[in-house]
Each structure stands twice: as C-alpha cells, then as structure tokens.
C-alpha cells in the first residue's frame, strides 16, 4: 500500500511513520512511537507516546492510545475506542522464543467505543463489546459482552455501563439512567439496549 499521509496528520519528529502506514486528516503521532507499513490511523486518532502500532493492524475515527502501548498484527480497533496507559494485547497464546508462531497470530476485535484501562491485559482471539469499559488491571480471557463493566484477574463482568462509561443500576423493571447523560437502558436477557 503506498503511503497516504494525510497533510492535516501530525508527527513528532522523534516518530517513526514506515513508508505504506496511512494516517487519516487529524491524526496525530507523539513522542518515539513506531507505525509499520500497510497499519491504518483513523481519522482523528491519537497514539501517546511509545506507542507501537504493527502492520496491518487498523485503528478507526477518534481512537485514543495512551503512553507505551503496543498494538500487534491481528488487532482490529473501532471507531471511538479508549486504550489506556500500558494496556496489553497478546496475538499468539503459547509464544516460544524458539518456536516460529507467526502464522498462528489470533485475531482480536474492540468495537466502538469500549475503554480498557491502564495495565489490562487483553488476551488474543477475544473481542471486547461496543461501549463495554475493562477496569485497569484486569486480565481479559473471554469475549466480553457489549456496555459490560469487567474487572479482576481473570476479569469478571460485575456490572453494566453507559455510553459514557457510567455504571448503571437497574430499577425493578430493568431500566437504568446514565446518571451523567440521562440517556435510559433496557436490561433485557442478559443484554442491555438504549431506550
């Protein structure tokens, strides 16, 4: 893929952008971060600094990468996704220094609008939920559910959140307000929908 730098995106001048990466109109790229060939920086996205972003892996709109993450082939992000600080993502289960896995790399999905937190660690071949919020610290092993609060090593789901990342609490008839944008939620078979 040639590369498509949009001239709106902005590069520290410490970074490493290869030749083939595409970063869309807003973009931004801080201090010592490493963005391979054919890896896609969606528009409006922000990787802090040491942030290493591997080929072929594709962030959407708005995603917000904190300070000293990696982000290996077989990760997928969607748009309006928050990973915090020193977040993990793995991409093989069994890695051996002396065994080559490369051609076992898992995929791993984190849809719009999820949040994992700083430290968490997201184990490879999962996919995270649209709006759900994994705490900081937790260890991620299973899918996990959409606008579900996670937390704990494994992470456990203990509770739902909002599209702002508020709990919810559910009155007698399962229906919540998000305390902070009064939007309402139907718990419902173990799923919950906007009202």
């Not at 300070?67 to 748009?79: A, F, P, R």
């Not at 020193?86 to 898992?106: D, K, M, W």
Request: proline content about 4%; aromatic content about 6%; charged content about 15%.
């Amino acid at each position: 893929m040639a590369s498509s730098n949009h001239p709106n995106s902005y590069v520290h001048p410490t970074a490493v952008v290869d030749e083939g990466a595409v970063l869309h109109d807003g973009s931004k790229v801080w201090h010592f971060c490493h963005v391979m060939p054919d890896a896609v920086i969606g528009l409006g996205s922000s990787l802090g600094q040491n942030t290493f972003v591997a080929r072929g892996v594709v962030l959407g709109r708005n995603v917000k990468v904190q300070n000293n993450v990696s982000l290996y082939e077989g990760l997928s992000i969607e748009d309006d996704v928050f990973l915090g600080p020193s977040c993990v993502f793995t991409n093989v289960r069994n890695p051996r220094s002396a065994v080559n896995r490369q051609g076992e790399y898992e995929s791993t999905l984190v849809k719009k609008g999820a949040t994992v937190g700083a430290n968490a660690t997201v184990r490879c071949g999962v996919t995270l939920g649209e709006h759900c919020f994994v705490a900081a610290g937790a260890v991620v092993t299973e899918n996990v559910p959409d606008r579900a609060l996670v937390m704990g090593v494994p992470a456990k789901q203990v509770g739902w959140v909002s599209d702002h990342g508020m709990q919810l609490t559910f009155d007698q008839n399962g229906i919540a307000t998000c305390p902070e944008s009064g939007q309402s939620y139907q718990l419902e078979h173990n799923q919950i929908k906007s009202l």
